[in-house]
Structures are given as structure tokens and as C-alpha cells.
T-cell receptor, first 116, second 114 residues
Framework: DQQVKQNSPSLSVQEGRISILNCDYT??????FLWYKKYPAEGPTFLIS?????DKNEDGRFTVFLNKSAKHLSLHIVPSQPGDSAVYFC???????????????FGKGTHLIIQP | DAGVIQSPRHEVTEMGQEVTLRCKPI?????LFWYRQTMMRGLELLIY????????DSGMPEDRFSAKMPNASFSTLKIQPSEPRDSAVYFC????????????FGPGTRLTVL
């Protein structure tokens, strides 16, 4: 059974608008969450993260929101740009190290397509 | 600085053959991870090492899979014998470990077992 779920395999958004990618998790032991971005034929690259003690973390155009009671997090990208077209993975860690020294549990990814 | 280096980038082999995938982590990183990506299961953790010591290999699918990290700058993932269902993209990642160290991924090895 999947502990990290991304229920939307794909999402199409117009350039300049907001992209919202969603992620749900079932393991209440997860205490650190990350978003990775992946282009074809490349490895995933880290985008943004959030600790379970926070409910929001912002980095430029990217904001991650965490709702612990709902076991839900989301990634907001605003404004969306053509270079944002990629597969986005939600990941979680249940270790004390915040994802550095512990393995990550990944969702299956959402393919974001930014339309011109 | 060089990122995580994986070799080969592509591997095509026949069922029953031994396959060895290689990874060189980022210098100074002390945690190393092996992941596998398939259409059905997505990106899943196979095994990880801290300071060259295997910590959790519960994700290794079968005894046919083994991983080693003889030193801080090299790791291998071996499949013997290989089977068609092992076809996937295998990623290696490394991190400084501890705190909120980000995991940096290599470009992956695309393995095809015929």
C-alpha cells in the first residue's frame, strides 16, 4: 500500500497562472516532507521541503503547505513558467534526520504541463 | 563540482546475466541511497548506507539483489541473476546526512533485461 499518494498523474496549467500539486500521506510518523522535480532522462532534483512543525514554507515562486491533521500537503507554483513543465514528486521521511540520512518514501509523481 | 555519477547510463542484458551498477557519490557526502523507478511502483528506496554501513535494506526486492559500499566514494548494486522484471531506472543519491540534508540524485541507469 502506498504511504505517499499523488492522485493526479498529470496537470495542465496555463503559463502565468498558479499550479497546485497535491499529495496525501498515511504514515503519521512522517515528520519531514520534500518536493522533487524531474526532467526526462535526468535524476530528481530537490525543490523545497517542510518540517512537520511548520505549516508553510516559501522559496521564491514555490510554496509548500502542510496540513498535518488532514495528512495533506500541496505545492503552489506562481506564476507558472514553461520551464516548470516536469514531473513533480512528493516525498516523506520518518527519521530524525529530516531526509538527509534516512531513505525517502516517494509518491508516483504528477506530470505538470505548462501551456503557453 | 561534479554531482553524483552513475555508470553505465544504459544497460541491456539477457535474462540470467549478472548486472553491476555503479555510483560515485558527491565528495564529502556520508549517506548514499539506491532507488528504483518503475511505471507500476514509482520511485522506491532499495537500500541506504550511512558512513559506508548499510542501514536499511528492507526495500531490496530479493536475494538476487545486493549492494556494497567499500569506501566513501564508491558503491555498487548487483543483480544476479537478472530477470526481465528487474527492468527499471536505478538511481543513486547522496547527502551530507543528518539535519535536513538534501538528497542529490544521479542521472540514473536505465536497465533493460531481455
Amino acid at each position: 500500500d502506498q504511504q505517499v499518494k499523488q492522485n493526479s498523474p498529470s496537470l495542465s496549467v496555463q503559463e502565468g497562472r498558479i499550479s497546485i500539486l497535491n499529495c496525501d500521506y498515511t504514515n503519521s510518523m512522517f515528520d519531514y516532507f520534500l518536493w522533487y522535480k524531474k526532467y526526462p532522462a535526468e535524476g530528481p532534483t530537490f525543490l523545497i521541503s517542510i518540517s512537520s512543525i511548520k505549516d508553510k514554507n516559501e522559496d521564491g515562486r514555490f510554496t509548500v503547505f502542510l496540513n498535518k491533521s488532514a495528512k495533506h500537503l500541496s505545492l503552489h507554483i506562481v506564476p507558472s513558467q514553461p520551464g516548470d513543465s516536469a514531473v513533480y514528486f512528493c516525498a516523506a521521511s520518518d527519521g530524525m534526520s529530516g531526509g538527509g540520512a534516512d531513505g525517502l518514501t516517494f509518491g508516483k509523481g504528477t506530470h505538470l504541463i505548462i501551456q503557453p | 563540482d561534479a554531482g553524483v555519477i552513475q555508470s553505465p547510463r544504459h544497460e541491456v542484458t539477457e535474462m540470467g546475466q549478472e548486472v553491476t551498477l555503479r555510483c560515485k557519490p558527491i565528495s564529502g557526502h556520508n549517506s548514499l541511497f539506491w532507488y528504483r523507478q518503475t511505471m507500476m511502483r514509482g520511485l522506491e528506496l532499495l537500500i541506504y548506507f550511512n558512513n559506508n554501513v548499510p542501514i536499511d535494506d528492507s526495500g531490496m526486492p530479493e536475494d538476487r539483489f545486493s549492494a556494497k559500499m567499500p569506501n566513501a566514494s564508491f558503491s555498487t548494486l548487483k543483480i544476479q541473476p537478472s530477470e526481465p522484471r528487474d527492468s527499471a531506472v536505478y538511481f543513486c543519491a547522496s547527502s551530507l546526512g543528518g539535519g535536513t540534508g538534501t538528497q542529490y540524485f544521479g542521472p540514473g541507469t536505465r536497465l533493460t533485461v531481455l
